[in-house]
């Protein structure tokens, strides 16, 4: 063995110092975007691809059911704690107003169903419902009309049951709430 060889290997005399540069340049994550890369074109998928009349009447009568668990669950929890306060069961809180007043029962309930199905859209486009599937009646602006044709909407579905209407529309592969009421479904 030689002494007067240095055990380092010697750099090569060709190396570009400013390639050495790069490996330790903060910002070298930032050369891969700097090429031009080709875009792909795939084909739509998910809110933005076009869905067909019956999926939309599908996703309708969902919504309708959704909506009607969620209306149905926030209707109990409030004779709930109404019982609560009164020291009775739901059934006998429900019994009590039904008892000092049908209509008055009546209206209460109605009233749930058109804060869920008119209000609650009106303020936040769409019920939780709706947002799940991605459809709406909402439109952009708000007008008296609108809301007298959602109330139509909402005492039409009170009358069918609220997934009757919907199952019917899904079967015919026509919006039947829309041609009742005027009231078109848009999606998202």
Not at 62 to 85: H, R
Not at 170 to 187: F, R, V
């Amino acid at each position: 063995m030689n002494m007067n060889q240095d055990p380092k290997p010697q750099p090569e005399k060709n190396r570009d110092i400013d390639s050495v540069t790069k490996v330790f340049d903060p910002h070298r994550w930032l050369l891969d975007f700097e090429q031009d890369k080709p875009l792909k074109k795939a084909s739509p998928s998910g809110p933005q691809k076009r869905r067909t009349n019956d999926e939309v009447m599908l996703w309708n009568l969902v919504s309708a059911v959704v909506d009607l668990l969620f209306v149905s669950i926030l209707l109990v929890g409030f004779m709930w704690g109404l019982g609560q306060l009164l020291q009775v069961s739901v059934k006998g809180a429900l019994m009590n107003l039904w008892q000092i007043s049908q209509g008055g029962t009546l209206g209460l309930v109605l009233s749930f169903f058109w804060v869920y199905y008119v209000a609650m859209p009106a303020l936040l486009v769409y019920t939780p419902g709706q947002w799940a599937c991605q459809i709406t009646r909402t439109p952009e602006v708000l007008t008296f009309r609108w809301v007298v044709r959602s109330t139509l909407r909402l005492l039409a579905m009170v009358m069918t049951g609220f997934v009757l209407i919907p199952l019917f529309s899904w079967a015919s592969g026509q919006d039947l709430e829309g041609q009742l009421t005027g009231l078109k479904i848009y999606t998202k």
